[in-house]
C-alpha cells in the first residue's frame, strides 16, 4: 500500500482533520527536531524549538498552497522558527567573563587553534565549528550537509536565491577548511 503524499496529508489536515496533522507532524518531527539541534547544540532547545514548530505548523496547515513541496514549506517553518530562537537568545543570554576569556585564550585572533593541541583540536566537534560560523554560511552548511537537501531546497529555506545559497555553502566550506589547517588538522 502506498503511504499518502504530505500534500494530500496537508489538505485533510487544512480541514481540521487530526489524523492526518499527526501523521505529518510524525513523518517529520524527527527532521525538525534534527534541524534544531544541529544549529543550536542542545536538546532542550532542539525540543523547545520542534514543539514550537509544530505549534506553527498547526496554526498556518490552511495556508499550505502546494506551490512547492510540502516538506520544503515545512523547512521553512523550521528554519525560520530557529533562527529567530537563536536571535532571541543572543540578546537574552549574557556569557560569563570566564568563559569568554576560555574562548579567547584557546583560539587566536586569526581563527587558528595556536593554543590548542593537536589532539584537542582534532577532538572538536564539527558542528559546534559550523555553528560558529557567519549565519548563511552556517545556515546553507547545515541545510547541504547536515539534512541533505539540494542547493535549491536549502536556498528556498533561507529565502534566498540558490546562487547565493551556494557562494555562501563555499565561503563556509573554506573557513572550516581554514581553521582545520591551522589546527593542523590537514595538509
Sequence with gaps: MDEEKDETLAERAATG?????????????????????????????????AQDVALKLARAIKSFRAEAAFATWLYRIAYTTTVDFLRSAQRSVAAEPSEIIRLVDSVAADGACAEMSVGEASGLDLWTAVRSLPDQQR???????????????????MGCSEKTGVVARARGEEAIENFARGCGLTE
Design 139 to 157: 545556515d546553507a552548511i547545515l541545510l547541504v550537509y547536515g539534512e541533505d537537501l539540494s542547493h535549491r531546497e536549502a536556498a528556498a529555506a
Design 17 to 49: 482533520c487530526r489524523t492526518s496533522f499527526a501523521r505529518l507532524l510524525e513523518r517529520h518531527y524527527d527532521r525538525i527536531y534534527r534541524l534544531a539541534w544541529r544549529w543550536t547544540g542542545s536538546q532542550a532547545a532542539a525540543e523547545d524549538i
